[in-house]
């Protein structure tokens, strides 16, 4: 099968900018022939570093979500429930997967984690109405303890 654009849209760019979805489907088509004259090359460099910079953003999203549920976790006892259980098994299970399927990820993680907690701790104050000073200034959970399944059990 030939990739061809239709004749209403003849450059790449103006495919991209017209039909994205088409433009992706055009662009798979053209890699797979090999033909790389024919790439929209900027537009596809620019989609390439956006996927990566989405995986990142996607951890840091993750990892600030569960420590803020364990830090609620760790804290409220009293009002511990089975959708905090669920988010922290849900959302170490993301981090645990994009780590293991992208294991260059994990300087990042390791760079962004305080200032994941730090976010994680502000998002505390706000869902359970504590203040600031109830939550550490820094993190009670190690690197290892936030992926640990047994840590925190939930079970």
Not at 41 to 55: H, P
Not at 102 to 114: A, G, T
Not at 135 to 150: A, G, H, R
């Amino acid at each position: 099968m030939t990739a061809q654009l239709p004749q209403s849209q003849k450059s790449g760019s103006s495919l991209y900018e017209q039909d994205f979805y088409l433009w992706i489907q055009t662009t798979a088509e053209l890699l797979k022939q090999k033909s790389f004259t024919q790439l929209d090359l900027d537009n596809l460099i620019e989609e390439i570093e956006t996927m990566g910079r989405s995986e990142k953003r996607a951890l840091e999203s993750n990892l600030e979500v569960l420590l803020m549920h364990l830090l609620k976790y760790q804290i409220q006892t009293e009002r511990r429930s089975k959708s905090w259980q669920y988010t922290i098994l849900e959302h170490r299970r993301r981090v645990q997967k994009a780590l293991l399927e992208s294991p260059s990820l994990k300087p990042h993680f390791d760079q962004v984690f305080e200032e994941s907690y730090q976010t994680a701790r502000r998002l505390a104050v706000i869902e359970t109405g504590l203040a600031l000073a109830t939550f550490p200034e820094q993190s009670p959970f190690t690197l290892e303890q936030v992926l640990d399944c047994d840590f925190l059990s939930v079970s």
